[in-house]
């Protein structure tokens, strides 16, 4: 589906996981496994380095080994059998060595752990700049005030600027947790054919130590050929992660609808055009966000159905991790590629914001009319006098100022000036820039002089 690629797998995540990638990373796990064998006095030094100038995917045959893993149920088998071969052609005795002591779960597992460690770097970089960007916008929008929406309905004002930092302050929250999984996540996975290294003997310990050493991974307490967690976690992040830069998307593509048009995705020749409509600017970024996470959840179930591992090795719920996580990962880079394109070269309507927030005629104002009125007659005589007069704007279609100006019970209590001041909306924020400026705060941006 490399047709598709571009549009929702496209970060550098997606390279990290290609077919050279991941027999790489298994190369890369026996070639480091026959050094520390060597190390350790469990094959001879000789063999070194005939087995670690094989252990290239470019020195595969790659389509061989993909039908041969068909009979064979895993691509271990077939790599290690032409590793071998290409080694014997070398050195003979050197071919006797290779793979000692290991099993096939023992290259696939940590090859994915190489990849995924791959994958982290990247994300580091990917989600470092998602909180820059959207720090700079919500500190850039702090004071665009702009309609509050609840069950879709206008409730009280906000501000564009604490909509862009409840995301920037989830995205803290996840970069944390990327920091907290890394140890976990990156652990060898060693155990020989059950899980106890018996081929090894005496030597299994010094020969974990130094295999975890030289691949720059933690050694394991135990092999985790049945113990999935650490896989699960790792899905669970980058499914997180999607989950809440979809929920921006998908606030994003509402108010980019043509009744609201509060904001617009960055423009650029032929982005958001249509086949037949030639005044359509449709949200093909938040598309491509949405398009993935809405599978990012189904492929999260089978990462959670995965647990369930039979014994010491699997039938099936490992096997089905070995495309289900990769994809995952490639979808959830292409969501934070998108977002950090959407994000940084968005376009804000604040003018159309405030419109916006006229359209119900100081409706959605009636709150602050109604606590200051309370001061004077009571909390539900209060509600009751400024709920009527609501549905007499609505049924008359006039100003709800215009009805307050003219009201007895209202101008006994509140000046006409008072009444103006209590229906801007630009009033009426609340805590809100206190709120962006503590996510700020985070980010090491100091605080704004609050008006």
Known sequence: MAL?????????????FSDERTLQGMLDFEAALARALAKCGAIPGSAVSAIVGQCRADRL??????????NAGN????????????????????????????????AID????????????VSETLISGLIQTFSEQARR????????????????????GLKLAGTLDALLRWQERLNELKPRALTLQFGGASGTLASLKEQGAAVTKALAQELNLAPANTPWHGQRDRLLEVAGWFAGVSGTLGKFAGDFALLM????????????????????????????????????????????????????????????????????????IMLAGGVMQTSLELVGGMQVNIEKMRADLDMTHG?????????????????????????????????EKQPLEKLLLHNDDVTAHL???????????????????????????????????HS
């Open 110 to 121: 940590t090859g994915m752990v190489l990849q995924i460690r791959a994958a982290l770097v």
């Open 141 to 160: 929008y702090r004071h665009s005030v702009m309609p509050g929406r609840t069950w879709m309905q206008h409730a009280l004002p906000i501000t564009f």
């Open 257 to 328: 609808q043509t009744e609201v048009a509060e904001v617009g995705e960055p423009v650029a020749e032929g982005r958001g055009g249509s086949s037949t409509m030639p005044h359509k600017r449709n949200p093909v970024g938040c598309a491509a966000v949405l398009t993935a996470v809405t599978r990012i959840p189904g492929l999260m179930s089978t990462m959670y159905a995965s647990q369930i591992q039979q014994h010491e090795r699997a039938l099936g719920g490992w096997q089905a991790e070995w495309e289900t996580l990769p994809e995952l």
């Open 61 to 70: 045959d790659a389509e061989s080994l993909a039908q041969a893993a068909a």
């Open 415 to 449: 000046s006409a000036s008072q009444i103006t001041d209590l229906l801007d909306p630009q009033h009426a924020t609340g805590s809100a820039e206190r709120f962006i400026d503590q996510v700020l705060a985070r980010v090491g941006q100091p605080p704004q002089e």
């Open 363 to 395: 409706l959605i104002m009636a709150e602050s009319v109604t606590l200051a009125l309370a001061q004077h007659i009571g909390k539900q005589p209060a509600h009751h006098l400024v709920e009527r007069l609501c549905h007499r704007a609505l049924d």
């Open 75 to 106: 691509l271990a088998i077939p790599l290690v059998k032409q590793l071998t071969a290409n080694v014997k052609r070398e050195d003979e005795q050197a071919a006797r060595y290779v793979h000692w002591g290991a099993t096939s779960q023992d």
């Open 4 to 16: 598709y690629t571009p549009l929702l797998r496209g970060s550098a995540l997606t390279e990290i």
